[in-house]
């Protein structure tokens, strides 16, 4: 069960380092012309120094700031990564001490790209379980130091970046019809494996740095048929009150207007700004939610859902009715 909570504030953080097409044009053999016409990509941020810890820290940051909440206040936190730099302790953790917050409820969820979805709706199941009135969710991922650089088909479609944000109890629920599911990856659609490790009963293990591993094809199918079925069942139960906004995981720029074909939407309904970004994995969604607000394209009053979709594979999806004012009004 969902507490009734509303998004009281939201931020992103993105590495200072930007890689345009052209440039990665100078270590892979490829071009803007085939990486925009096939994917919608553009440019990249790359992580150089910062982590996936710093990136989210600053994300989560942003986001209380903007809540006007204080430390003291948030009784959950959720983070969500398949690219954090410590097993132990979890992201969670390390956003609970840099934030300086007593004492709340932190963990880990790993849903690769549709993990902010089922972050956003484990923090609000467990705002009701455990009776805390705040939450901070907070996606984060550095996919670049996973990427085969020498492999086109996949280092061209990634980039890193965290987004956050924070919930608060409210008289009205404005976190509406989750949906969380997942499909068996039989055919190892999309796979990171760990570095393999040694110990004295497994004998000399070769080590070697494990990079993603994508079916291009079958993931593009998986993704079209789960984001059509997830935007179609968010819509049958807003019932009378329809989705204004969608906000999709920023995977591909071809999936988002296959969809937009199939199920005859307009295009003016999507933010898509995958462009500057290219897959950030589970911190698309928070991030392109950042950048509508601060935009002008999301006001409060809109109904805009959220879809995602992944490894696992899984999908998920959910509406949100939007509370937080325009930035542009408010500046």
Same mark, same amino acid.
């Given at each position: 069960?969902?507490?009734?909570?509303?998004?009281? &504030?939201?931020g992103?953080?993105?590495p200072?380092r930007v890689?345009?097409?052209?440039?990665?044009?100078r270590?892979v053999?490829?071009?803007?012309?085939?990486?925009?016409k096939?994917t919608? #990509?553009?440019?990249?941020?790359?992580a150089v120094e910062?982590?996936a810890i710093?990136?989210?820290?600053?994300?989560?940051?942003?986001a209380?700031?903007?809540?006007c909440?204080?430390?003291?206040?948030?009784?959950?936190?959720?983070?969500?990564?398949?690219?954090?730099?410590?097993?132990?302790p979890?992201?969670?953790?390390?956003?609970?001490? %840099?934030?300086?917050?007593?004492?709340?409820?932190?963990?880990?969820v790993?849903a690769?790209?549709? &993990?902010?979805v089922?972050?956003l709706?484990?923090?609000a199941?467990?705002?009701?379980t455990?009776?805390?009135?705040v939450?901070?969710v907070?996606?984060s991922?550095v996919m670049?130091?996973?990427?085969d650089?020498?492999?086109?088909?996949?280092?061209?479609?990634f980039?890193?970046g965290a987004?956050a944000v924070?919930?608060?109890?409210?008289e009205?629920?404005h976190?509406?019809?989750?949906i969380?599911?997942a499909?068996?990856?039989?055919d190892d +659609?999309?796979?990171v494996?760990?570095?393999a490790r040694?110990t004295?009963?497994?004998?000399?293990?070769?080590s070697?740095?494990?990079? #993603?591993?994508?079916k291009?094809a079958?993931?593009?199918?998986? %993704?079209?048929?789960?984001?059509?079925?997830t935007?179609?069942?968010?819509s +049958?139960r807003?019932?009378?009150?329809?989705i204004?906004?969608i906000?999709p995981?920023q995977?591909n720029?071809?999936?988002?207007?296959f969809? #937009?074909r199939t199920?005859k939407?307009?295009?003016?309904?999507?933010?898509?700004?995958?462009?500057?970004?290219a897959?950030?994995?589970s911190a698309?969604?928070?991030?392109a939610?950042c950048?509508?607000?601060e935009s002008?394209w999301?006001?409060a009053g809109?109904?805009? %859902?959220?879809a995602g979709?992944?490894?696992g594979l899984?999908? &998920?999806?959910?509406?949100?009715?939007?509370?937080?004012?325009?930035?542009?009004?408010?500046?």
């Amino acid at each position: 069960m969902l507490a009734p909570v509303s998004i009281v &504030g939201i931020g992103k953080c993105v590495p200072e380092r930007v890689v345009t097409n052209d440039e990665l044009a100078r270590y892979v053999e490829t071009s803007d012309e085939w990486i925009s016409k096939r994917t919608g #990509i553009r440019a990249r941020h790359v992580a150089v120094e910062e982590t996936a810890i710093d990136l989210a820290i600053s994300a989560a940051k942003s986001a209380l700031a903007m809540s006007c909440e204080s430390p003291e206040s948030v009784g959950v936190i959720v983070a969500c990564t398949i690219t954090a730099e410590e097993l132990t302790p979890s992201l969670a953790g390390r956003v609970q001490r %840099a934030l300086n917050i007593p004492s709340c409820a932190a963990m880990d969820v790993s849903a690769g790209c549709t &993990g902010f979805v089922y972050a956003l709706v484990s923090a609000a199941s467990l705002m009701d379980t455990l009776n805390r009135d705040v939450a901070i969710v907070v996606a984060s991922e550095v996919m670049t130091k996973y990427c085969d650089w020498t492999d086109r088909s996949t280092c061209v479609l990634f980039g890193d970046g965290a987004g956050a944000v924070v919930l608060k109890r409210s008289e009205i629920a404005h976190l509406l019809h989750p949906i969380l599911s997942a499909t068996p990856d039989v055919d190892d +659609v999309i796979v990171v494996k760990k570095e393999a490790r040694s110990t004295p009963f497994t004998g000399e293990v070769e080590s070697k740095r494990e990079s #993603i591993q994508m079916k291009g094809a079958d993931v593009f199918t998986y %993704a079209v048929g789960v984001l059509e079925n997830t935007l179609g069942e968010l819509s +049958v139960r807003c019932g009378e009150k329809p989705i204004d906004k969608i906000v999709p995981h920023q995977a591909n720029e071809k999936i988002i207007d296959f969809v #937009i074909r199939t199920m005859k939407l307009r295009r003016e309904q999507f933010f898509v700004n995958i462009a500057n970004y290219a897959n950030t994995s589970s911190a698309s969604i928070p991030i392109a939610l950042c950048d509508a607000w601060e935009s002008g394209w999301l006001n409060a009053g809109d109904r805009v %859902a959220i879809a995602g979709f992944g490894s696992g594979l899984t999908s &998920g999806g959910a509406v949100i009715d939007w509370t937080i004012s325009n930035k542009k009004e408010n500046n």
